[in-house]
């Protein structure tokens, strides 16, 4: 069983700053994409970022190039979404994921393309 458990959301003004982790349970997780989702109140889950089993590759949501940055530690288990420049619109619950496949091909952009997900951590931006 893949346990990941998100930190570091948290409430921040509009400009501000925070970087979320994912920490993940097994020690298989450098084999697989992982990627971030956020859900706003009365809104869909919608696609962030994704980052490759490597960390060369990675994916953006067109909102958000140039201000997010997801990165890995393998070492660690772990994946980061370092936000700048936040705004108000932003705020939501913030999951991370597991890609389904660990086909070094696989780094999906929607959410069937994951199978394992944390609890999420709230982002909220003040304006």
């Known amino acids: 069983q893949v346990q990941l458990v998100e930190s570091g959301g948290g409430l921040v003004q509009a400009g501000g700053s925070l970087r979320l982790s994912c920490a993940a349970s097994?020690?298989?997780?450098?084999?697989?994409?992982m990627g971030w989702f956020r859900q706003a109140p009365g809104k869909e889950r919608d696609f962030v970022a994704a980052?490759?089993?490597?960390?060369?590759?990675?994916y953006y949501a067109d909102s958000v190039k140039g201000r997010f940055t997801i990165s890995r530690d393998n070492a660690k288990n772990t994946v980061y979404l370092q936000m700048n420049s936040l705004k108000p619109e932003e705020t939501a619950v913030y999951y991370c994921?597991?890609?389904?496949?660990?086909?070094?091909?696989?780094?999906?952009?929607?959410?069937?393309?994951?199978?394992?997900w944390g609890q999420g951590t709230q982002v909220t931006v003040s304006s």
């Open positions: 994921a597991r890609a389904a496949s660990s086909s070094y091909r696989s780094i999906p952009r929607t959410g069937p393309g994951y199978d394992y």
């Open positions: 097994v020690s298989s997780f450098s084999n697989y994409a």
């Open positions: 980052i490759s089993w490597s960390g060369r590759t990675t």
